[in-house]
């Protein structure tokens, strides 16, 4: 493109549209006082937003998004700050502080709990005041056997005179006193007859022995029955049960208290103590022979001194009674079953009535 050397700047000529046009506005300008410029108009308003929705009040965390639980494995979290001081410094963290209203500690060995204390529980409750000496003492349960034994004592003395008169219609027919008044015959060699052994008199013997074991049996069973708050007349005394256990805890019993005699006599005395309520554990608890035997066994030798400073008083009592002609027998016999039916019950944890 030339450029047009009368007009280097290329501007419009006057001749032209566009330098007329301004020179038109050159003019108007230069005619027209010089004023302000024109405002320039206000910008349009923008349109007013529309609101916001309304935010969610927050809701309650629930106990899987709440805040994080302090001791549980894996999360410590932070302790929320409600005012607690810092946690000591080397403690386990995870754990919040203590609860409000509780005093710290006491200072003592093991980390700042009294000694013997579980971090985190309260210290043992201390036993309870009351009873705690033996389940039973000898006088208690001799004057027990007194009250019973008195206030009932008709059938006692019944049920006695017609065990004596068994025994001795026993004896009668057996033979018993001949062969004692034979057994002093040294004139006669024959051994059989002077030691009144033979086997006859061996099943006598037995059968006797078993007639002995179900007295005992019989007075057992009234003992209990007074224990239990029952007062027996003279047929209850004769309503037993487990008959076959009965007999043979019997038989065992005597079997071992006389090895035990020929063992220097102390170790007979000693089945004899251990083997008190046999009796009463097959009579009143319907046990087998050998269940019965370690029953007695087992709570005597947890009550060995109570059991055996009441069977002491009980024979000391009995003797006395054998004084006047053995007539004393008749309240002492029954009072010895009655006083140790008491102890029974209260070594099996039985309240006697």
């Known amino acids: 493109m030339t450029q047009d050397p009368a007009n280097p700047g290329d501007e419009p000529r006057r001749d032209s549209p566009e330098g007329a046009g301004g020179a038109d506005q050159d003019a108007s300008q230069a005619s027209s006082p010089a ?33 994080p639980s302090y001791g549980t494995s894996g999360d410590t979290g932070t302790p929320p700050d409600v005012g607690y001081p810092p946690p ?13 209203g509780y005093p710290p500690p006491t200072s003592g060995p093991g980390g700042g709990y009294p000694p ?13 005041s009351g009873y705690t000496g033996p389940a ?19 059938p006692w003395i019944l049920v006695a005179l017609i065990l004596i008169a068994v025994n001795v219609a026993w004896n009668l027919i057996t033979g018993s006193f001949d062969r004692f008044t034979d057994s002093y015959d040294f004139g006669d ?10 086997v006859t008199s061996v099943l006598l013997s037995v059968l006797g022995a078993i007639i002995s074991y179900l007295i005992t049996a019989f007075l057992t069973r009234g003992a209990l029955d007074e224990s239990a708050g029952r007062r027996p007349d003279v047929a209850a005394f004769f309503r037993i049960g487990n008959v076959v256990n009965v007999v043979l805890a019997a038989f065992l019993v ?34 087998d022979a050998i269940s019965a035997i370690r029953s007695s066994w087992s709570v005597v030798a947890k009550n060995f001194g109570s059991v055996f400073l009441l069977l002491l008083a009980l024979l000391g009592i009995n003797i006395l009674g054998a004084i006047p002609c053995g007539l004393g027998l008749f309240v ?11 102890a029974y019950r209260r070594l099996v944890g039985q309240v006697p009535a």
């Open 88 to 100: 000591v410094a080397g403690a386990q963290a995870g754990y919040p502080p203590p609860g409000a």
């Open 189 to 198: 060699t024959n051994f059989a007859a002077v030691s009144g052994i033979t």
């Open 332 to 342: 002492t016999i029954p009072l010895s079953y009655v006083a140790v039916a008491f």
């Open 254 to 287: 005597t079997i071992l208290t006389t090895i035990g005699l020929f063992l220097c006599v102390l170790p007979g005395i000693a089945v004899v103590i251990f083997s008190a309520f046999v009796y009463y554990f097959t009579l009143d608890q319907g046990q």
């Open 35 to 67: 004023g302000p410029p024109p405002a320039e108009p206000p910008p349009a308003e923008p349109a007013p937003a529309e609101p916001a929705p309304a935010e969610p009040a927050p809701a309650e965390p629930s106990p899987e998004e709440g805040p």
């Open 136 to 154: 039973f003492a000898v006088g208690e349960a001799i004057s027990y056997a007194w009250r019973k034994v008195t206030s009932n004592l008709g």
């Open 116 to 128: 013997g204390a579980t971090p985190g529980y309260p210290p043992p409750a201390a036993p309870a």
